[in-house]
């Protein structure tokens, strides 16, 4: 059965950096664009990332542009966010998910998800 896993969160400082990844098992990943989201306590999901098939094409929620960066290398079949400044909003737990255009809305599954901490 295909999966998703998300690894690389913790607890950083506020203007620290992480770089998360995203690993597929029993899916090749090059033929999808794939999206990064999280999810803050007491908040629902949201958008963060999403990058093209082939890496060319990429968007950023406003709140992370300019301070994370999408990206993907299809022959290890994984994604990447690395994410540069963080503030302690950026809270949350972390996940990556195929998203279909033109609507660009996610899969039903998910990963378990990585949490980032950022502390004050």
């Known amino acids: 059965q295909a999966s998703l896993v998300e690894s690389g969160g913790g607890l950083v400082q506020a203007g620290g950096s992480l770089r998360l990844s995203c690993a597929a098992s029993g899916r090749t990943l090059s033929s999808y664009f794939m999206a990064w989201f999280r999810q803050a306590p007491g908040k629902e999901r949201e958008f963060v990332a999403r990058i093209s098939p082939g890496g060319g094409g990429r968007s950023y929620a406003d709140s992370v542009k300019g301070r994370f960066t999408i990206s993907r290398d299809n022959a290890k079949n994984t994604v990447y966010l690395q994410m540069n400044s963080l503030k302690p909003e950026d809270t949350g737990v972390y996940y990556c998910?195929?998203?279909?255009?033109?609507?660009?809305?996610?899969?039903?599954?998910w990963g378990q998800g990585t949490q980032v901490t950022v502390s004050s």
């Open positions: 998910n195929i998203v279909r255009p033109p609507s660009y809305s996610p899969a039903d599954y």
